[in-house]
């Protein structure tokens, strides 16, 4: 089996995997998956892939996987709002050429997250993930004719959405770092209000940096300032 763990250096990721796992270190091997160097702005971090050795089966693990499975949300549509939505879903995939099926991920307050499981994963992702930010709108404009405007739906597949949060927050810090060494502006690429957000939000506390939003309509971009002494 394989597990995947973050530290800020390699020994404190496998010191933190076999501690969560219950093994001894001649118990698995490891694979390193990442690496971001320290910075003025970035604490760095290392990320590593576990792989256990056929006759070590972690302490606890059926237990981790069973609170797990009770955490996860019934993939099955609780109601008629839920069950219209997935119809909804999966008709518009289904009508574009491509199989999919539709299960809800998670269910939180004032928010449902959906999952689509497709061979065709990647076209419906799309270009930075403008694809499935279109479906995911059409899904919220469809939940508020239900009556239901208040839920936020949430689609994702192949866990884009947690993978390009990643990515952005790294591509937040390794820009400031550049934007502190140069003393120069850099425009990021066209973003969605939520990914503008997230290197707003990321950037906030860094000193000498400052970011601002430019453009009109939806995908505007981030430009990163240097705001210190020169």
């Known amino acids: 089996m394989t597990y995947e763990y973050e530290g800020k250096t390699e020994k404190e990721a496998i010191e933190m995997a076999a501690n969560d796992l219950g093994l001894e270190r001649d118990q698995f091997d490891v694979e390193i998956l990442e690496t971001q160097k320290k910075s003025i702005f970035n604490k760095g971090y290392v990320k590593i892939r576990i792989h256990t050795l056929d006759d070590a089966a972690p302490k606890g693990a059926f237990e981790r996987e069973e609170k797990h499975t009770r955490l996860v949300a019934d993939p099955l549509p609780q109601g008629e709002f839920e069950q219209k939505l997935i119809e909804f879903i999966t008709n518009i995939i289904e009508k574009m050429g491509y199989d999919v099926k539709v299960s809800i991920a998670y269910r939180e307050d004032k928010k449902l997250g959906v999952k689509l499981d497709s061979s065709y994963s990647s076209i419906l992702i799309g270009r930075k ?31 884009y959405r947690i993978r390009r949060e990643e990515s952005l927050v790294r591509l937040a810090y390794t820009t400031a770092d550049k934007v502190r060494l140069s003393h120069n502006s850099i425009l990021l690429e066209p973003m969605n209000p939520f990914e503008r957000r997230l290197i707003h939000t990321t950037l906030n506390d860094i000193p000498d940096v400052d970011t601002k939003s430019e453009g009109e309509g939806v995908y505007k971009q981030v430009r990163v300032l240097y705001k210190g002494v020169r």
């Open 129 to 159: 993930g403008k694809n499935l930010d279109a479906l995911q709108l059409l899904a919220n404009i469809y939940a508020g004719r239900l009556g239901h405007e208040e839920v936020r739906v949430i689609l994702d597949t192949e866990n």
